[in-house]
């Protein structure tokens, strides 16, 4: 399910991760505002970071300020990766579509 963080609490994470990933701790190349007033970090390809969960949501984290963090998007999208890759349910999932 999808959660809107709330405005402020977006651009708090992003200045107290000094423009930097989480994971790998790699810099943000740019920033900016954008139309809705968030801070946005972006990499040296112009893709936005994301905005991570710390404790994911199935395992008891929440939205809160504390919980969030900002991610590159290589990292957090290898993270999803390497859980769906372990998921029963995407499996069967993946399964089910390929015939296999």
Known sequence: SYYWIPQGVRNSVAKRSHGACHNCKKK?????????????????????????HVIPI???GG????NLSMACPDCNLSV?????ANDVDVIKLM???NGK
Do not use: Q, T, V
Request: aromatic share 4%; glycine share 10%.
């Open 95 to 97: 399964r089910d579509i």
């Open 28 to 52: 943000a190349s740019s920033a900016k505002i954008n139309a809705r007033g968030i801070l946005c970090l972006y990499d040296e390809r112009g893709r936005i970071f994301h905005l991570d």
């Open 80 to 84: 999803r990766k390497k859980k769906a």
């Open 63 to 66: 939205h809160g300020e504390k």
């Open 58 to 60: 199935k395992d008891g």
